[in-house]
């Protein structure tokens, strides 16, 4: 009878890249050293990169790391919870709320449109006093670990989607920082408000930014937003945000 530590190498690789990715580094490799060079050879996280569909997009479609490559594409989804306001206001915590305060609406709302995706029905509304609101993401329990966070230093690309009425003018406010484990600010991006008159065409807008090559350190993001209208009308005039995203890793082809 055939063992398995006798098989060629080729079949032994085709057998490990069925295997989910974090046992192989948890176990698999731990078996002998055989298995450890194995699970240490590019080719097996490149062909579980492919078989997984793990690919890079653009023109430079070089990967220095297979393996980082792999679990940066595995770990990758939107770090910020109830983006969509389908939850209340759950795991926001509201820094400002002024005015009448901040309100859910479905979409489109009152003389407001559509948003461009389908499956996003409902927004954060702010109102005639200041509206803030922010979450906090903790990258560990996230599960990226400080090695990969300091020695890849993969991209965040931070999005948010906000509008205005088309009957009333508003201000709209986004900041995000890098924090350590200490809470200190690594790195920040805090653009001027945006002002949107009144008579607008009412169409939501994208706010986007991407921090590249950032200290060493980062443990938490703080993504903040909001604002409030411009006419001080009762109600809710103001800025409409949603579908909020914090994303870490690579670009991937679709």
Known sequence: MVHIRDLPEDILLDLLSLVPGRDLVRSCRL???????????????????????FLPRGQDRSVPDWRIFYFLCLLKRNLLKNHVAEAN??????????GHQWKIEDLPGGHGREFPHPNVRKYFVTSYGPCMKHQIVDLK?????????????????????????FDCGCQYKLTVRLLSADYIVLDEFDPEKVVIEQWSDAE???????????????????????????????????????????????????
């Not at 078996?31 to 569909?53: F, H, I, P, Y």
């Not at 206001?89 to 002024?98: A, G, R, T």
Request: hydrophobic letters at 35%.
């Open 141 to 165: 329990k996230e599960g990226y670990w400080a090695e990969l966070m300091d020695e890849t230093k993969p991209d965040i690309v931070v999005k948010d989607w906000y509008a205005a009425r």
């Open 89 to 98: 206001f759950q795991h926001w915590k509201l820094d400002s709320n002024e």
């Open 204 to 254: 939501w807008r994208e706010m986007t930014h991407t921090f590249h090559n950032y200290p060493s350190g980062v443990r938490y993001i703080y993504f903040q937003h909001g604002g409030q209208d411009t006419q001080f009308w009762a109600g809710w005039y103001g800025v409409r945000v949603t579908n909020s995203s914090i994303t870490i890793g690579p670009d991937v082809a679709s």
């Open 31 to 53: 078996v002998c050293s055989q298995w450890r060079d194995l699970v240490d050879v590019a080719a097996l996280w490149k062909r579980k990169c492919q078989m997984e569909g």
